[in-house]
T-cell receptor, first 114, second 114 residues
């Protein structure tokens, strides 16, 4: 059973456009929601994260929108650039065994055409 | 700082062979994690260690064992490799429960089991 559902699986946008990736979760025990960016041949790296006590967080061209009642959150990439082409993973985390444990979505492959 | 390092980078095994993947971090993090990444499946947690001396199973622990050798090092062992364990393996570390839950990933080990 997939605890974190991510869509779309792949996304193609033109340079300057808006990229939107959506995630939904089921377990209300999750209380930390990060997005990771992964380039080919590299490990994932944290892009931006949000806690459920706020509805939106913005860092530069990247924004997370969070809807606690719907148990959904999304990543918006404004003015998308070819350098943003990567795989993006959402995650939902909760504390277990003394550590924050993330459950990842299956990823979205983003291609930004010049 | 090197961050999270993993060895080896690539490995080819025959079915039934054993091997140990090594991971080390120099950020004085309490928590360490092992994930596998398969196409279309995202990152799935194999085992984690919330602190030195403790280990816990993640989502897909079967066929693996781990050792938290000290605060810096966390190894993953495949006792009898199977083709289903062909994957990219990532080690990660974090401060653990608390304010900063960012996970720092290593560059990965690409394992093929024939």
């Amino acid at each position: 059973q997939q605890q974190v559902k991510q869509s779309p699986q792949s996304l193609i946008v033109q340079k300057g456009g808006i990229s939107i990736i959506n995630c939904a979760y089921e377990n209300t025990a999750f209380d930390y929601f990060p997005w990771y960016q992964q380039f080919p041949g590299k490990g994932p790296a944290l892009l931006i994260a949000i806690r459920p006590d706020v509805s939106e967080k913005k860092e530069g061209r990247f924004t997370i929108s969070f809807n606690k009642s719907a148990k959904q959150f999304s990543l918006h990439i404004m003015d998308s650039q070819p350098g943003d082409s990567a795989t993006y993973f959402c995650a939902a985390s909760k504390v277990a065994g003394g550590s924050y444990i993330p459950t990842f979505g299956r990823g979205t492959s983003l291609i930004v055409h010049p | 700082n090197a961050g999270v390092t993993q060895t080896p980078k690539f490995q080819v095994l025959k079915t039934g062979q054993s091997m140990t993947l090594q991971c080390a971090q120099d950020m004085n993090h309490n928590s360490m994690y092992w994930y596998r990444q398969d196409p279309g499946m995202g990152l799935r947690l194999i085992y984690y260690s919330a602190s030195e001396g403790t280990t816990d199973k993640g989502e897909v622990p079967n066929g693996y064992n781990v050792s938290r050798l000290n605060k810096r090092e966390f190894s993953l062992r495949l006792e009898s490799a199977a083709p289903s364990q062909t994957s990219v393996y990532f080690c990660a570390s974090s401060d653990g429960g608390g304010g900063n839950n960012e996970q720092f990933f290593g560059p990965g080990t690409r394992l093929t089991v024939l």
